[in-house]
């Protein structure tokens, strides 16, 4: 399939809405192009006057789709794939001639893509390192082994050449079980797991959309294996039955999917605190909370997960590499509101 991106200013796409289309236009085209686009591509284009139905210009992504509609849809001049360096600044911990260490801050989006073209990690890093970047990762990921989500801060490494990037990939790919990569999270969960200390072990795959990840059976065609192993390291607003309305929990990674912190600990019933995607039926858990906690908790803006340590080996000296960060301000300031604090 071709990168939309890519294709001919002059380029259009023509369809025709069949006997059984119904819904809003861009959930419709979104569709019928089979992910060709997203769907706030579609919105966009349609708000920029890209889309036509029946002849007729249309601005409204809401629009009814009627069976028989014939719909066009400009394809602007492209932009830039190739990521460019801005001066953002960086928080690095440790630096040489094959790698950075850094500690990337929640908010943050790991490179270019569909509606972050700028402002990313990527950005930063090229602006930082120049051209000493690996290529390994592809033009819009140099030097890029492993990911954090937008939202989520913490402890990563950056590769600054080809054979730093083949080397800490490998790590990645073998997650610690031959060698001393380790990856270490903090998460305030909503309740208290009702075991202090466990594994999680739970294969994910796609949720039904491209970004979403869900618990699998093990036989299902997407079904990657997933192992997490956390222990509670404190406990919240504890009640006589020896629950909590929120703990702190020590995550170790013994894989690397996506999203698998916050999908294990959604299956087992204890979401992030403040996690968008998989929390959402727990925004009601904040009125039982004392009033400067809810307060701090409904307006936290992120799922409340932090990298806090990343050890690797060196893939020059094989020295073991140890990087440990405390949680930002956001998370203190949860935490001292969840222990009775002021806000």
């Not at 509670?232 to 013994?254: F, G, N």
Request: proline share 6%.
């Amino acid at each position: 399939m071709n990168d939309p991106f890519k294709q001919a200013a002059a380029n259009r796409k023509v369809l025709t809405a069949n006997e059984d289309a119904s819904g809003r236009m861009d959930a419709y085209l979104t569709e019928a192009l089979e992910g060709e686009f997203s769907r706030n591509r579609i919105k966009a284009l349609i708000e920029q006057g890209e889309v036509s139905v029946n002849g007729k210009t249309v601005t409204e992504p809401k629009k009814k789709v009627q069976p028989g509609d014939i719909f066009e849809i400009g394809l602007p001049e492209p932009e830039d794939p190739e990521p460019k360096g801005e001066d953002i600044p960086l928080d690095v911990l440790y630096e040489d001639d094959d790698l950075i260490v850094l500690v990337k801050p929640a908010g943050l989006v790991m490179h270019p893509g569909a509606g972050n073209w700028t402002g990313t990690l990527v950005n930063a890093l090229i602006h930082h390192c120049g051209n000493s970047l690996s290529g390994i990762g592809g033009v819009k990921r140099p030097g890029i082994v492993h990911r954090l989500d937008k939202d989520t801060s913490g402890v990563m490494v950056v590769a600054k050449n080809d054979i730093a990037h083949r080397h800490l990939s490998d790590q990645f790919a073998d997650h610690g079980r031959t060698g001393p990569l380790e990856r270490a999270y903090y998460a305030i969960v909503w309740g208290r797991p009702r075991g202090l200390k466990g594994t999680i072990d739970a294969p994910l795959g796609r949720a039904g959309d491209r970004v979403k990840r869900a618990v699998k059976r093990e036989d299902a065609d997407d079904a990657r294996e997933a192992i997490t192993h956390y222990e509670v390291i404190e406990r919240y607003l504890e009640k006589p039955d020896a629950t909590s309305l929120a703990s702190m929990v020590e995550c170790h990674l013994e894989t690397g999917r996506t999203h698998q912190i916050r999908v294990h600990m959604a299956h087992i019933g204890h979401p992030l605190i403040g996690d968008p995607d998989y929390g959402a039926a727990f925004r009601t858990k904040a009125n039982l909370l004392p009033d400067n906690a809810k307060a701090v908790v409904n307006r936290f803006p992120r799922q409340a997960l932090h990298a806090f340590m990343l050890a690797f080996e060196h893939p020059t000296t094989g020295e073991t590499m140890r990087f440990e960060v405390p949680v930002p301000d956001d998370m203190q300031e949860l935490i001292k509101a969840l222990k009775g604090g002021l806000a």
